[in-house]
């Protein structure tokens, strides 16, 4: 087999973090793969560090996936060749998740500048050209496919483990309504999250409680003139498309008032505008801005809470 490349999504929703949009450009390409979204990217977390992502289960943990890695060290001890090892598990029809020194990915900010171990997924090989079929965010901060030649691979040096990844052959997709009933009142802070193993949960706050947290990050980068991190402003915004996805297949389930969702498209919009206020500051730098976009998430936190809640009473 000269060439295989691997079904892939290529603009999943969700975004924000590739090592998130890994699992659904994986899962993406499956016609009910909504359903699996809607289970999921219900949750979010602020660890107390102002990192805030979707609070779920790493790749090798999704129950829609399986998972089988070998680690550096064994690839080393038995002088594995890493090319070889990858093209046949793309060949089997596993994705290849690994660890890789940017330095020697083109389309990468560090390409042949410094070096930076970052995460990609590789899903297809092609022997003519001698290059590997990868995705991940490039250099123009977009979430994209881009190659990366035999060699480039090998010089990239893999780090800590090779994890092979492919959707499980027993899991069905369905609309899980009893997962989901459980994961909203979480969201909504009105029983406790549980833990999962890839977080430190210690200082961490969950669901709406880290819309407070925002508000602090945007409230503390205005003061002192500092750039907001687009990427919190976005998860919230992609947090939301997900919310509306979601409303939308319940409501096919368990119904309720229409009014919810067309609110809810307004409460995605207001969001969306929050990403290009934050554009825009990052541009001018207008201290001012920080006061409206607080403003914005506090009337999203009170609106959805009151959609969401009317949703419940469904259940």
């Known amino acids: 087999m000269n060439r295989c490349i691997l079904p892939l999504e290529k603009n999943p929703v969700i975004r924000t973090y590739q090592h998130l949009a890994y699992s659904f450009s994986i899962l993406g390409t499956n016609q009910d ?4 979204l809607c289970n999921q990217y219900t949750q979010l977390i602020n660890d107390g560090k102002n990192d805030m992502t979707f609070y779920l289960d790493f790749l090798n943990r ?11 060290e064994t690839i080393k001890k038995f002088k594995i060749d890493v090319v070889e090892l990858i093209r046949n598990e793309i060949k089997k029809g596993w994705y290849v998740y690994i660890c890789i020194d940017e330095f020697y990915i083109p389309e990468r900010d560090v390409y042949q500048k410094e070096h930076f171990i970052h995460d990609c ?5 092609d022997d003519t050209k001698k290059e590997f ?9 977009m979430y994209r496919e ?16 090779i994890c092979s990844i492919r959707k499980s052959e027993q899991y069905k997709f369905f609309l899980d309504i009893n997962k989901i009933h459980i994961d909203l009142k979480r969201y909504l802070n009105l029983m406790p999250e549980i ?21 602090r990050h945007i409230e503390k980068m205005c003061v002192n003139r500092n750039v907001i991190d687009i990427r919190y402003i ?6 939301k498309k997900c919310m509306l996805i979601r409303l939308g297949q319940l409501q096919q389930i368990i119904g309720f008032d229409d009014a919810n969702v067309v609110e809810y498209r307004k409460i995605v919009s207001k969001a969306e505008k929050l990403v290009l ?32 809640l009317d949703v419940l009473k469904g259940y």
């Open 33 to 36: 793969s909504c359903y699996w």
């Open 62 to 72: 999704q129950d829609a996936l399986e998972c089988e890695r070998i680690s550096c």
């Open 234 to 239: 976005y998860l919230f915004y992609e947090h």
């Open 195 to 215: 833990i999962l193993g890839d977080f430190d949960y210690k200082s961490a706050v969950f669901g709406q409680k880290t819309n407070l947290s925002l508000i």
């Open 133 to 141: 079929h990868i995705i991940g965010y490039n250099d123009k901060h």
């Open 277 to 308: 206020m934050t554009s825009k500051y990052n541009v001018k730098c207008c201290v001012q801005i920080h006061t409206k976009m607080s403003d914005y998430i506090k009337e999203i936190e009170e609106k959805e809470k009151r959609i969401i």
């Open 146 to 161: 881009s190659r990366a030649s035999y060699i480039q691979i090998k010089d990239s040096e893999p780090r800590y483990w």
């Open 121 to 125: 997924l590789v899903y297809g090989f």
